[in-house]
């Protein structure tokens, strides 16, 4: 399992008129382009982590820096930038064992985040599509 580079400063939305996107408040320090998930005992947004005990809920992507009590929009659903996604198309991506980041494999418990997509520019720029199961337990 290797660990997905994200370029934080281009991570953003490609389709917004398409996406899915909340507001809420960060529990700790968050960066544009890391996976959340819904802290059950405060309704805040932490960092997701594929081998933390109950942190493998994901629930979106970050689009915004925040620290610890500040606002953060996650995307729910929809297509990012900003990621170095060398997988095939349609390949799965996964939330990582490192906290806070994806990955090209499963962690500990398999978590997908979402899939390898492409744009329809001429060199078929590589993106990624999101779309967090927020029905789903992970166990």
């Not at 995307?75 to 930038?81: N, V």
């Amino acid at each position: 399992m290797t660990d997905i580079t994200r370029t934080k400063a281009q991570v953003a939305v490609v389709f917004p008129d398409e996406a899915e996107i909340y507001d809420g408040i960060a529990a700790a320090t968050i960066e544009a382009g890391q996976p959340l998930y819904l802290v059950a005992a405060t309704g805040k947004w932490g960092l997701a982590d594929a081998n933390g005990s109950g942190k493998q809920q994901f629930r979106g992507i970050a689009l915004n820096d925040a620290g610890a009590g500040q606002a953060v929009s996650v995307l729910k659903c929809g297509t990012l930038a900003g990621f170095t996604l060398s997988g095939d198309y349609d390949s799965a991506v996964y939330l990582s064992d490192t906290v806070g980041e994806l990955a090209d494999a499963a962690g500990t418990m398999e978590v997908i985040v979402g899939r390898v997509v492409p744009l329809s520019d001429a060199s078929l720029t590589k993106v990624l599509f999101v779309c967090a199961d927020w029905l789903r337990a992970w166990t």
